[in-house]
Each structure stands twice: as C-alpha cells, then as structure tokens.
C-alpha cells in the first residue's frame, strides 16, 4: 500500500464516527432551517463527512472518495442554482437564519430518530461493515425518512433525502461489492437525480 | 465488426435519443422518428432469429451474442424477446398519441433512453444491475412527467410535481432491497444450506416489488402521478416501466424457483391482489378528479394481475399478461380523453369544474369512458375476457374472492360512470366556455384506438394466443 493511502486509511478509521455524527448534524440543520442558502452549506459540508466515510469503504482506492464529494457538489451546485431561479420566480425574499415551522416538533423527531439510529446501529448490527459505518448508514436512512415524512411538498429537501438514502447504500453496498460498474452506475443515478431534482424545482414554478 | 444484440438495441435507441434531442424544434419529425425506432426494434426482435448474423452494411449484428461489460453479461435470451417486442410495440403506440399532445416535448429523446434502460434490465442477468437501471429509467422519467404543457392560446399549464417526487421517493426506497437481494444471493451460493439467507431475500425482494408496482400499502404515488402528470407519459410509466417490472418479477420467479415454491406464495399474491382491487375499486367509486380515477384505475388492474399470478397455474399467468398487453390500448384512450378535457379545465381535471365537458368536447369524453370501461375490464373490451377468465378461475378456488375481484372492477366502473355523469350535466351559464377546439388527427387517433379496442374486444383470440405462447416461456407453474 502507498504511503498516502496508509495515511489516508488510518486518517478515515479516525475520524469516522465523528464524520458519521456530522452527517448527522448537518442533516439536522437542513431539517431545522428553512432559510435555504444555510441548508446547500450543510449539504455541501454533509459531502465531506461522506466522503471520509467513502475514504474509508475504498481504503485502496482513495480517488472513488473523492468522486463521491466532487459529483455531491456539484449536486449541491444544480439544486442551489435551481432554488435561486425558484426564488427569484416567486420572488421570495426571506431573512437569513428563518428557522422551520414546527421547529420544537421537529427537535422531538431529530431526537426520536438519533436514538431509533443508534439502537438500531447496536441491535441489528449490519454485516461487513464496521460500527461506525453502520452508524452512518442508519443515520442517513433515518435523516431519509424524516426528509420524505415531513417535507413532502419541497423538492430540495425531499432530494436531499433521496440522495441520503442513495449514500447510506452505497458505502452499505460498497462496503462489500466495490466493483466498478455498480460505482460508475452509481455515480451516474446520483447525478440523475440531483438533475431530476433541479428539474423538479425549477418545474414548480415555470408555469 | 461484430455487434452483439444488446449493444445494437441500447446503442440504437440511446443514438436515437441523442438525435432526437437535437430535432425537438420539429415535434412530427421527432415523434415519428422515435416511433420508427421503438417498432423497429420490435420488428427486429420480431423477425431475426437470436442465433444469426445478420450484416447491415459495415457491420454485422448477432442479436444472440452477450455483451460482456467488466465481467457482468448482457444477453438477449428467447424468453426476453416478447417482453422486448412489448416495450417497444407499447412505446411506438404512446409517442403516435402524443405527437399532437405534447409538441417540441423532451418526452420522445427521453423516452427513448427510458426504453433502452428498461430493455437493458431485461437483458442482464444480475438483479442488481436491472434494480439500478430500472431507477435510472424511473428517474429519467420524472423528466417528461412534470413538463408544463401548453395550450391552444398559448398558455402552458401544469407545475405540480408532487406525482414524480412520490414516484421519485418509492423507486428509490425500492432499490436498496433488490441490491442487499443480490448480495444474499451470492451469500447463498456459498453457503447453500443457509436457507434464512432465501427467507431474508424473500422479503426484501417481494418489498422492493411492491413498491415498484404500487403494491397497497404503497398506492400513493399511482394517484399522485396520475393526477399531476402529463398524460402521456403517465400511460407511458403505467404501460412500459410498470409492464417491465411485471416481466422482472416474472423472470425472478423463472430464475430463482426458491421464491415460486415458498408455500406463502399463491396466498401472499392472491391477498395483495385483492386488497389492491378492493381498495382500488373503493377509491375510484369515490374520485371527483379524472387523474385520480386514472390511478386507481391502475391500481385494481395490478391487484387482478397479480391474483391471476397468485393462481398458480399457467393459465393465470396468460391471463396476467393478457391484462398488461391490453393496457396501453385502455390507457391511450384515458390519456387522449383526460389530456382533452384537462385542456377544457384550464389545467384542473376536477369533475365540478368540468360539468357540461361532454358537450364542448364529445370525443375526449367518448375516448376518456371507453378507455374507462376497458381499465375496468367491463363487455366489449380486451379487458373483458381476461377478467372474466381470471373470475371463472377464482370462483374454482373461492366463490367468495371472485365476488370480491368483481366489486373491485365495479368500483373503477362506479367512478367512471358518476364522472361521466358530471361531464354530461350541463352546467350553470357562467360555466359555459367554448368548445375545445379539436385536432382532427386527434379525433382520427381516436377512432383508430376506439376501433381496435372494440376488435379486441370481440376478437380476443389474437391477444390470448401471444400471451399464451409468452406464459409458455415460463415454466415456474409447469407440473
């Protein structure tokens, strides 16, 4: 093994389980706060603490880590430059720092959904992974399901939910078959749906 | 050089689409051009047997030979021809529809490349790579689905997109099932004697394809889509991506023959079946908006495929696929009828609001009730005699169940006729608007389909004998 990869290896196995609870912290932040140039920060953040973990699943492979947070931000670009177009077609303005409505209901959830993830993480261990990723992989389910429970009408979110489930997949997946066709097929649906989300944005309001 | 079947198939039509992506500014050239394409290659699928070489100028193409893409295959073996030649034909018939509904649409490049996907989940033999096309084709999709369409004075309407983000969300809850299936599978393959690994897989797989045909509990997104959803792309995802899952699970059950001889089998298909006919018949009998019934419409007639399945006998299994092959035909009309009267709503389908329709647009009513009477699958249509086949097969088993099948079906016909009710009523004076102004090839489209739904209807033996012959392919349910 390259030194670098050395490196790299025993960087991620160290930081990992605080990149699994920053995931879930920005994910957190994207379900409080509805000011929508916060929630494409978070997202992009969010990236980076996936990438660690894919770092991690490809420890031979380091260049997959980083593809996976190149194709996130530029995700993240499609869908802030779609909800930019959005905003000015509804020419909303908000305040910085609006929080979301129902915010102490949406605390209790967060709450309820950080401990399902992290007794789930400890009852129903997931095979081949490590503990922390299993942590990661429930957390971005859980963050999935409060994304599509909760926001169902907004595109962005509902998105980013999508594209939690597809990472909480993959470094499931990967973790045991990182073959490159289902990579690059990966890569290429992640892609997919970040446009298919703009789209979707933008479609709302082009009427 | 030598061309193996699956790249000329998914070579061409993603070619295709690429082109036709660079024509959208001529929607009769476009569409015509996609429908050259999609019966073409249901006429070469048709025509040129899997085992020879056929040379086409600088190349020659195998249509048997696999394609070999980082160790995985992609093969067009004889029991994937008819399905194929489905997609294709199914295709070919919904961009003739919307070559006057939808002008300068993406739908037609876009479809194309959902066709090439779809076909390709049919050719390789790993379920995760058709799971992983099957959601590409879904999000490909949400495209066409949600593209605002524009009215004869000019005005465009649509803009809800609540239909695809449903549809979005349940393609992609589906997929990590069908992905963890595969991994259990080459599990089992090493460790043949444990069978919980099977159970496991049992579970995720029949989950992943209950979300994937809008299995009850997971029916929202068939209405939602139906409601917001451009019309012909919403017969497009109930006919060709829906129908492709169908030929999936069927191929899972040939393939994996754990799965057919679980003693739960013919139980779990007949349960799901009915509770989806029934809830889909009380839904439909109680819509005030013509989308809606659409979906549920759609709803009763997978609860009766999969009944038919839940037989367990091959005659179950024709019928199921004579309830797929009639499909299109049902839901080009609804389409044709519903794009005309949401035109006359101003984008609103809602039934208050298009009291009198019938009146300003008599042959999108006449299309939109006939399309209804079939998806029903009430006298004199294609419909008719696989439901009637499919109740006399029941009725053998369970008198009982084939009552409740049939409450189903009338439900979808109790909503239709209170719609149609509505349509007939003329309205208050301020609700009198102007008559929709009627593309005459539109009219001609109807008929056509009218007529061949009626031919159908009365001669159903053609459409039998395909499926017939198609059921035979599989033999899970042989003695």
Redesign the interface.
């Known amino acids: 093994m390259r030194p670098f990869s050395l490196w790299l290896e025993r960087f991620s196995q160290f930081v990992s389980l605080p990149a699994a609870w920053g995931i879930f912290l920005t994910g957190a932040l994207i379900y409080i706060v509805s000011e929508w140039r916060i929630r494409f920060l978070a997202l992009i953040v969010q990236y980076a603490f996936i990438g660690v973990l894919f770092a991690r699943v490809f420890d031979t492979r380091p260049e997959m880590a980083l593809m996976k947070i190149v194709v996130g931000w530029l995700i993240c670009g499609a869908l802030l430059l779609s909800e930019r177009i959005r905003r000015v077609e509804q020419r909303e303005l908000e305040p910085v720092g609006r929080w979301a409505a129902n915010l102490p209901f949406r605390f209790l959830l967060l709450i309820t959904a950080t401990v399902v993830a992290r007794l789930a993480s400890q009852r129903f261990a997931l095979p081949y992974v490590s503990p922390d990723l299993g942590l990661a992989c429930f957390l971005l389910v859980v963050l999935a399901v409060l994304f599509?429970g909760t926001e169902?009408?907004d595109?962005g979110v509902?998105g980013i939910?999508?594209l939690n489930?597809?990472a909480?997949?993959e470094i499931?997946?990967f973790a045991?078959?990182p073959?490159?066709?289902?990579s690059g097929?990966?890569v290429?649906?992640n892609l997919?749906?970040g446009l298919?989300?703009s789209?979707?944005t933008v479609?709302?309001?082009?009427? | 050089m030598t061309l193996p079947g699956p790249v000329f198939l998914m070579g061409g039509l993603f070619g295709g689409a690429v082109v036709l992506q660079l024509l959208r500014r001529w929607t009769g050239l476009m569409a015509w051009l996609a429908v050259v394409i999609t019966g073409g290659m249901s006429l070469f699928i048709a025509l040129v047997p899997l085992g020879r070489r056929l040379s086409l100028g600088p190349v020659t193409v195998s249509l048997g030979d696999p394609l070999n893409l980082f160790g995985r295959l992609l093969i067009i073996e004889p029991v994937d021809r008819l399905p194929i030649m489905f997609i294709g034909t199914t295709a070919a018939l919904i961009f003739v529809i919307a070559w006057r509904l939808l002008p300068h649409s993406n739908f037609f490049p876009v479809g194309l490349a959902i066709v090439a996907l779809l076909a390709g989940s049919l050719m390789v033999e790993q379920v995760v790579f058709a799971a992983l096309m099957i959601e590409m084709a879904a999000v490909l999709t949400v495209f066409p689905l949600h593209e605002p369409v524009e009215r004869a004075d000019g005005r465009r309407y649509g803009g809800r997109i609540k239909g695809g983000l449903q549809y979005l969300v349940y393609a992609t809850l589906a997929l990590p099932g069908l992905m963890v299936t595969q991994l259990l599978l080459e599990q089992f393959a090493i460790f043949p004697a444990d069978l919980q690994l099977l159970r496991t897989a049992t579970i995720l797989l029949s989950l992943s394809l209950a979300l994937l045909l809008g299995a009850v509990p997971f029916q929202s997104w068939l209405s939602s889509v139906a409601t917001d959803g451009s019309p012909p792309v919403v017969t497009f995802l109930f006919t060709i991506n829906v129908g492709t899952v169908w030929f999936l699970l069927l191929a899972y059950l040939e393939t994996y023959r754990w799965l057919s001889v679980q003693t739960a089998f013919g139980s779990l298909f007949t349960s799901v079946g009915l509770l989806m006919m029934v809830i889909g018949g009380a839904l439909a009998a109680s819509q005030r908006r013509l989308g809606r019934l659409v979906g549920y419409a759609t709803l009763v007639d997978n609860g009766a495929m999969f009944v038919a399945i839940g037989t367990g006998q091959v005659a179950g299994l024709s019928l199921t696929l004579i309830i797929l092959m009639a499909r299109p035909l049902a839901l080009g009309l609804m389409t044709l009828g519903l794009d005309g009267l949401r035109r006359l709503g101003k984008g609103s389908d809602a039934i208050d609001q298009l009291a009198g329709a019938a009146w300003r647009a008599p042959w999108r009513t006449l299309a939109f009730m006939v399309g209804g009477v079939a998806m029903a699958g009430f006298p004199l249509s294609p419909g008719f005699a696989a439901r009637w086949g499919l109740y006399r097969l029941m009725a053998e088993a369970s008198l009982f169940q084939a009552v409740l099948a049939l409450v189903g079906s009338s439900g979808v016909m109790m909503g239709l006729i209170s719609a149609v009710r509505a349509l007939l009523t003329p309205g208050s004076g301020s609700d009198r608007g102007a008559a929709l102004t009627e593309d005459r090839v539109v009219v001609i489209l109807i008929f056509v389909l009218l007529g061949c739904t009626l031919a159908l209807g009365l001669f159903p033996q053609p459409l039998s004998q395909v499926a017939l012959q198609m059921a035979q392919g599989f033999s899970f349910f042989a003695p």
Not at chain 1, 179 to 182: F, M, S, T
Not at chain 1, 203 to 207: D, G, M, R, W
């Open positions: 599509f169902e009408e595109p509902v939910g999508v489930l597809l909480a997949l499931f997946y045991q078959d073959g490159l066709l289902v097929l990966m290429s649906l997919l749906v298919a989300i789209y979707l479609a709302e309001v082009a009427v």
